[in-house]
């Protein structure tokens, strides 16, 4: 089922151009669009600066974080909008396994069960050898790849105003009548996963 986007909230698409693999690589959150005042162009700017500062120089060389597309919620027709800042790149080479296979964030919330449960992935973060043969992440990396989300988690909701607008990150659904959750943190999952339909 394809999850709902309501009026005040968005879809932002994290994505990827690749030397390796089939590109794009996308990566999606939901947030909240409250502070945005209608500057939607602004709201995905607040997403791509969070996770290229957050993430600097965390995931592979061979990988350009290319534009963050925003899917604005609507009671009528819907949009989108794509961020205006300049591609980043990384430095960070070595061997990696197939492009497909990610990290997984855990999105976490104050809901119980599996409604009040999320995941994004995590593409070209991690090593073939910060990844054992169980297809687990080695602590060593999980910790410093936690400390990345936390600091994604900070700048996309800063305590301070700053000139981009807060977008607090909400965990979308499929249900129409149930409003977004609001995502308390996010964690790395121990074991990678496939990225399948968001690799394109």
Known sequence: MSLVVPPGYG?????????????PLVTTLGIDLSAAGGDFVAAANTVFTAYRDAFTNEWSSTMTLDRVTLHVGSDGPSGSVDSNVSPATSSRTGSFPPAAMSVIARKQTAELGRQGRGRMYLPGVASEGEVDETGEVVAARRTAIDACLAD?????????????????????????????????????????GWIRGRLR
């Open 11 to 23: 879809l932002a698409a994290i994505t990827f151009s690749s030397e390796v693999g089939t590109p």
């Open 152 to 192: 994604f988690y900070d700048l996309l909701t800063p305590l301070q105003p700053g000139p981009l607008p807060s977008t607090p990150p909400v965990l979308l659904h499929s249900d129409g009548t149930v409003l977004p959750s609001p995502i308390t943190g996010f964690q790395c999952a121990p074991l990678v």
